[in-house]
């Protein structure tokens, strides 16, 4: 396996790879928004809310690609057109039990350390100074996601 930390990646192909994980991160935080909803409303509002910063990370992503002339690796978020990929099939698709929400929340906080990791590695492969910045920036927003799940799991654990 190659280590990205022994790379130095292009700036569009860190743009491009981090749009690319931030599109499937809207996707996934609307998906658990709705499912949560006959739950928890307040999960529920928390997933969209952490669908709502993918989307404004993904702008700010888009105006640091534009100071770099790579505005075309990132494009527009429209948010209307985005079809979340196939899925396995499920037996209900609203959530209504405790089991199915520890599950949930145990996956979407395993998939928010998985980006975290990439966006780390990202940070350590930037070989283009004016990308310094917004990929630190990425990688402290997706901290800050990492501890608000871990805050939820560990909440819901509580009340379990």
Known sequence: MTNIQTLTLLPQDQLGL??????????????????????????????????????????????????????????????RRLQEPAQEPQDRFFIIDEAIVDQELQRALATAFETHSVARQLLGANGTPELERPLWEYVQHKQFEVNALMHCCTRQLQHA
């Open 18 to 79: 981090i749009n690319s994980i931030e599109v499937q991160a809207v996707l996934r935080y609307r998906r658990l928004a709705l499912r949560f909803i006959t739950f928890s409303t307040v999960l529920s509002r928390q997933m969209a809310e952490y669908g709502i910063a993918c989307e404004q990370r993904i702008t700010s992503l888009r105006d640091a690609a534009e100071s770099l002339g790579l505005g075309a690796c990132v494009g527009v978020l429209d948010v």
